[in-house]
């Protein structure tokens, strides 16, 4: 009977599966979406298609310099959520699914905290707490890095 | 039946490595010939997607994730500085941990109270290797990864593994955790445990720098760890790892994504291609001859390793190229 139990996931562990499961199609089927209208010239984009193969072979820094001064004219190069302002671009609007790709994981951990209190694990709650607040440090933008 | 099975795959093979010896040459001849603004822009993503493809053929069939191959290779054949590779080579590695991971857990082959004091080191670790790795001249870059890559082969050719480890006492760290579990294995039901833990997540400080720093995804670390240090049984061992991905890289892809370090070009088409490159291969799987393909991967890992420690020491030895002339020709053109 023990064993029985035991061999199935835990609570917990299905539900980060359910999240994440969502979370990761969604994230994939936007993209696909979004790269189409991109790559196919639906939407404008930013840096124009035939002009891009000049970028891709430079330091993301050079990039970032060059990028800006010859299209976008923004005060700043732009890094972290910048690209939010450029959502209706058609390269910059592949952002929207790469970050649900990449924050779902967040969601997953919050919907797990709950379970772990109520079963009144407190060591893997907070583990997931700190893991949260790790992940959301990193999505915030605030850690900068350069050459 | 198994014979015939095993010599349809080996028929398969030489389809697979002629694309991979005809595309990986051009790719290279062209990176070093074709200046990037005399091709056009879509043939690059193109022969990515071709390329990708087969990598994820590749990759399932050999065992090992997207992210190994993707960063020694298309940072060394392609004409796209190392900076987005890696960027890119996270996302490839992330999303097909995302797309695994969800079955991984519902059929309890992924440990979640194995992955979260893991994840919480490594995670940690990949934003500070991350950041690193891009405050880092590519060149010394390139070096590294070479080294790196190298040594990655030497893991593969020398490491072995076990599918029920022997741990005769859980330590106390993982018994206050709670880290155990029962394993329904093809041949009899496995109670496992693990040992030596604080020794592991110590081993997951080096994995999470690497993983950041290079953007490599770090299967080939995780699993040797997770199985034969900490003694989970394999299959553990690989769904945690491939789930563990899944948060590792999330941290050091946002510290890419927020610095810039991401071009959709590279990314879509990337994801595209190893995603679809792994459900042929996944079928292939079935009939293929595995050893023989985990052989192929060695070799090309050895021989992109080598090219990316020869670049690097290239790079060290020739003269600075200025920032600015970058830039210049960037806007050339305009």
Known sequence: MENKKELAASEEQMLYAKWLEKGMLIGLALLVISFGLYVFGIIEPVIPLDELSKYWGLSVKEYLVAVNSNFLHMDHAPTGWAWMKLIGKGDYMNFLPIAILSGITILCYGAIVPVFKKKGENAYMIMSIVEIVILTLAASGFLAAGH | ?334
């Open chain 2, 1 to 334: 039946m198994k014979e015939s099975g095993t010599s349809k795959g080996w028929g398969a093979m030489p389809v697979l490595l002629a694309a991979l010896l005809l595309v990986l040459p051009a790719a290279a001849f062209g990176a070093e010939a074709v200046p990037a603004d005399a091709t056009e822009w879509w043939v690059w993503p193109l022969l990515l997607l071709v390329v990708t493809f087969v990598m994820g053929i590749v990759a399932v069939l050999g065992g090992v994730g997207g992210g190994v191959l993707y960063v020694p290779i298309i940072g060394g054949f392609f004409p796209f500085h190392i900076d987005f590779v890696r960027g890119a080579g996270l996302l490839v590695a992330l999303s097909g941990a995302l797309a695994a991971g969800p079955g991984l857990l519902k059929a309890n082959l992924a440990s979640l109270r194995l992955a979260i004091p893991v994840a919480l080191v490594a995670s940690s670790c990949a934003i500070i290797g991350a950041m690193f790795g891009l405050a880092l001249p590519a060149h010394i870059v390139k070096l590294l990864l070479g080294v790196t890559i190298l040594g990655i082969v030497v893991i593969m050719f020398t490491a072995k593994k076990s599918d029920y480890p022997d741990v005769p006492k859980a330590d106390a760290l993982s018994s206050a955790l709670g880290i155990y579990g029962i394993y329904q294995g093809p041949d009899k039901t496995f109670d496992w445990k693990i040992h030596r833990t604080i020794p592991g997540l110590l081993t997951f400080i080096i994995i999470g720098v690497m993983a950041g720093m290079f953007g490599l995804g770090a299967g080939w670390a995780n699993v040797p760890v997770l199985n034969l240090m900490m003694g989970a049984p394999l299959k553990i061992s690989v769904a945690t790892s491939k789930f563990l991905l899944g948060i590792t890289d999330t941290s050091a892809a946002w510290v890419y994504l927020n610095n810039g370090a991401v071009i959709p070009m590279l990314v879509a088409p990337s994801l595209i291609g190893i995603m679809l490159g792994s459900f042929v291969g996944v079928r292939i799987l079935k009939v293929a001859k595995p050893s023989f393909i985990r052989w192929v991967v060695i070799g090309i890992l050895a021989f992109a390793g080598s090219k990316s420690l020869y670049d690097g020491i290239k790079a060290m030895n020739a003269p600075a190229k200025p920032a600015a002339q970058h830039t210049q020709e960037a806007s050339h053109g305009k």
